[in-house]
């Protein structure tokens, strides 16, 4: 029996099955939780389909976090089919592409910063608000992705960085909100990997290899070890863990100084 036995858990934003979101899809799965799953466009629903077939789960649905009429209606029917929520995981980030290119100061518009805060950070408000009725008295958790990028400077990362830091933010505020409720929020700051999000990252694979250098476990980190951690702190084992960020990146973000490929002191 796993430890997520009789939790039901929706997952937000799955695109593909390199995405972080189905790691965590098959990591909850694993552990026992029932599965309900979101995703966004028409184009991305059949492929959506396959996937939570692949987890055991029907209930799939189109969700625009950018839009509050939309994700009333995703709550709304998903409440037509369970009658309460343990686990809530947000998994959604946008930019627009000509922003994460070049320097911050010219690359962000008014506007890419504002589609980049509301899609990447409100919108784990949004649902986590929308979430509530169906989390009532259920002692459940809510967990989002973050990166590095929201608390150091990294190249081309942009304003996704700064919407990742409002994304943190969010984390503690909810986390002292919804405490007493019973419900606590969380987020989770990968290492980089390879999934249809970071593509749009330049210089990305020059990071792979950077990071994999320099961390003390010398390798990247995978969507089985993301979703390991979604699963452990969505759990009864992470019963005292509220407000906080877990990073999962080889312990990357721990290191002040490493040679790459040397052990030399």
């Known amino acids: 029996m796993g430890f997520l036995t009789g939790k039901r858990a929706l997952i937000v934003g799955l695109a593909s099955d390199?995405?972080?979101?189905?790691?965590?899809?098959?990591?909850?799965?694993?552990?026992?939780?029932?599965?309900?799953?979101?995703?966004?466009?028409?184009?991305?629903?059949?492929?959506?389909?396959e996937l939570a077939a692949k987890v055991d789960s029907t209930l799939v649905y189109d969700m625009d976090v950018s839009s509050d009429d939309s994700i009333a209606n995703t709550f709304s029917a998903l409440g037509t089919q369970w009658d309460s929520l343990d686990i809530l995981v947000h998994s959604?980030?946008?930019?627009p592409r000509e922003a994460l290119t070049g320097g911050y100061t010219a690359a962000t518009s008014r506007e890419a910063f504002r589609v980049a805060h509301d899609i990447s950070s409100y919108s784990l408000t949004a649902i986590a608000r929308a979430a509530q009725p169906l989390m009532q008295g259920r002692q459940g958790a809510i967990v989002t992705m973050t990166y590095l990028g929201a608390v150091k400077s990294i190249p081309s990362y942009n304003v996704m960085g700064v919407a990742k830091a409002s994304l943190e933010a969010s984390v503690r505020f909810l986390a002292a909100d919804l405490g007493p409720t019973g419900t606590r929020v969380n987020a989770i700051s990968a290492g980089p990997i390879k999934t249809l999000a970071a593509a749009g990252i330049p210089g990305f694979r020059k990071m792979l290899g950077h990071v994999a250098a320099v961390n003390p476990l010398r390798r990247n980190v995978t969507q089985d070890d993301v979703g390991n951690a979604a699963a452990f702190l969505c759990s009864d084992l992470a019963a005292g863990i509220t407000g906080e960020v877990l990073y999962v990146d080889g312990g990357y973000s721990s290191v002040g100084m490493s040679f790459a490929g040397s052990d030399e002191s």
């Open 18 to 49: 390199r995405s972080i979101a189905f790691g965590i899809c098959e990591a909850m799965r694993r552990e026992g939780a029932d599965i309900a799953i979101t995703y966004v466009g028409e184009r991305f629903r059949e492929r959506v389909i």
């Open 92 to 95: 959604v980030a946008f930019a």
